[in-house]
């Protein structure tokens, strides 16, 4: 079973920052938290992962809370591009358990 | 970087017929993932191969199977398909035990 809760749905206004929040109250110390989106019917694409630190990248930021229980990714100017279905996954790093756990995400809604 | 390239894209087949998947990695990348996407059972784990060798294998039926060639390529295989296999299979790669995976687009499996 996934490791996370998200929000099933999220509006965004055009222009806008979409912040997209994670629960991982169960997190482990070598874990890692993932961020990947799903547009329709397209392959997930990575956008970003970090352990604790908060973490930014040209696609976004990762917020990561000192508890490392939550996170928010953040897209700082959202586009009608950017309406996907957001993936958090915790993931134990390298070795064989290298397996993505998805649960069923946050439907991001751009609108204009 | 040339990214993930799956193939076919699309497929038609009956029950009770077999059908092969393939997948090329990203150019350097050893381990390569497969999943399936179903509208009910969301993105599922089957099966991960690291220098020919599955690694770690998720929670389907021995009627999937895959396996990875010494270039890194790998296929999947189904045999005797029931409808409930129509689905889109998605295979990730990733450089090896750093954990980051990339996706491929997806061929998407239709049973009749």
């Known amino acids: 079973d996934a490791k996370t809760t998200q929000p099933t749905s999220m509006d965004c206004a055009e222009g806008r920052a979409a912040n997209l929040p994670c629960n991982h109250s169960?997190?482990?110390?070598?874990?890692?938290v993932y961020w990947y989106r799903q547009i329709h019917s397209q392959g997930p694409q990575y956008i970003i992962h970090?352990?604790?630190n908060n973490e930014t990248n040209e696609m976004a930021s990762l917020i990561i809370t000192e508890d490392r229980k939550s996170s928010t990714l953040i897209l700082p100017h959202a586009t009608l591009r950017d309406t996907a279905v957001y993936y958090c996954?915790?993931?134990?790093?390298?070795?064989?358990?290298?397996?993505?756990?998805f649960g069923k995400g946050t439907k991001l809604s751009v609108k204009p | 970087k040339a990214g993930v390239t799956q193939t076919p894209r699309y497929l038609i087949k009956t029950r009770g017929q077999q059908v092969t998947l393939s997948c090329s990695p990203i150019s350097g990348h050893r381990s390569v993932s497969w999943y399936q996407q179903t509208p009910g059972q969301g993105l599922q784990f089957l099966f991960e191969y690291f220098s020919e060798t599955q690694r770690n294998k998720g929670n389907f039926p021995g009627r999937f199977s895959g396996r990875q060639f010494s270039n890194s390529r790998s296929e999947m295989n189904v045999s005797t398909l029931e409808l409930g296999d129509s689905a889109l299979y998605l295979c990730a790669s990733s450089p090896g035990d750093e954990e980051t995976q990339y996706f491929g687009p997806g061929t998407r499996l239709l049973v009749l």
């Open positions: 169960t997190i482990s110390g070598n874990e890692y």
């Open positions: 996954i915790v993931k134990y790093y390298g070795g064989s358990q290298g397996n993505l756990i």
């Open positions: 970090g352990l604790k």
